[in-house]
T-cell receptor, first 113, second 115 residues
Framework: SQKIEQNSEALNIQEGKTATLTCNYT??????LQWYRQDPGRGPVFLLL?????KEKRKERLKVTFDTTLKQSLFHITASQPADSATYLC????????????FGQGTTLQVKP | GAVVSQHPSWVICKSGTSVKIECRSL??????MFWYRQFPKQSLMLMAT?????????EQGVEKDKFLINHASLTLSTLTVTSAHPEDSSFYIC???????????FGPGTRLLVL
């Protein structure tokens, strides 16, 4: 069955360091992958989308890589700040442009000042 | 980004009552609406997909007679939890999508607690 795995353990890092979150998937060939931020008691907020034919995408301090051979995406936040503390979700979409997403369980990031 | 609202933001109800949750896309036309729910410490799980003016398509394991979805206009969709039970307590989130089909916008969520 299709499976998406994100590190369920919280990631604690010091302010200014780079945070790297991992998303692995199996039995799936997504047309694109997205990363979202979710704060407690709130809906997800879209951050980045990367397509199956793209290797890397950047937006300000964020960088996403997508390796379809390894079936893995890495999400990096450089120069992290306490305000970056949140849960980060990866979501995969299938082909056919249906818009349906399958979410990972999320990784909670805690940036300490 | 798109503005999506949900109402109410939280609701507490007695077991056996029905609860209606509204989702509005305020600045674009949502041809498709996705409804998700999220239990504590778990991932978002897709419940159903609805296209404006059509019946919703439900994911496996989701009872269509219990979770009634109406998508009568391009800016409004409602999810009604009928005869709610404590196990229906969850965080319900809508996600309206335009014609491009790449879901990017989510509502702020509705916290439902059934006593």
């Amino acid at each position: 069955s299709q499976k998406i795995e994100q590190n369920s353990e919280a990631l604690n890092i010091q302010e200014g360091k780079t945070a790297t979150l991992t998303c692995n998937y199996t039995n799936y060939s997504p047309a694109y992958l997205q990363w979202y931020r979710q704060d407690p008691g709130r809906g997800p907020v879209f951050l980045l989308l990367i397509r199956e034919n793209e290797k890397e995408k950047r937006k300000e301090r964020l960088k996403v890589t997508f390796d379809t051979t390894l079936k893995q995406s890495l999400f990096h936040i450089t120069a992290s700040q306490p305000a970056d503390s949140a849960t980060y979700l990866c979501a995969l979409a299938g082909s056919g442009n249906t818009g349906k997403l399958i979410f990972g369980q999320g990784t909670t990031l805690q940036v300490k000042p | 980004g798109a503005v999506v609202s949900q109402h109410p933001s939280w609701v507490i109800c007695k077991s056996g009552t029905s609860v209606k949750i509204e989702c509005r896309s305020l600045d674009f036309q949502a041809t498709t609406m996705f409804w998700y729910r999220q239990f504590p410490k778990q991932s978002l799980m897709l419940m159903a997909t609805s296209n404006e003016g059509s019946k919703a398509t439900y994911e496996q394991g989701v009872e269509k007679d219990k979770f009634l979805i109406n998508h009568a206009s391009l800016t409004l969709s409602t999810l009604t939890v009928t005869s709610a039970h404590p196990e229906d307590s969850s965080f319900y989130i809508c996600s309206p999508t335009g014609t491009r089909g790449e879901t990017q916008y989510f509502g702020p969520g509705t916290r439902l607690l059934v006593l």
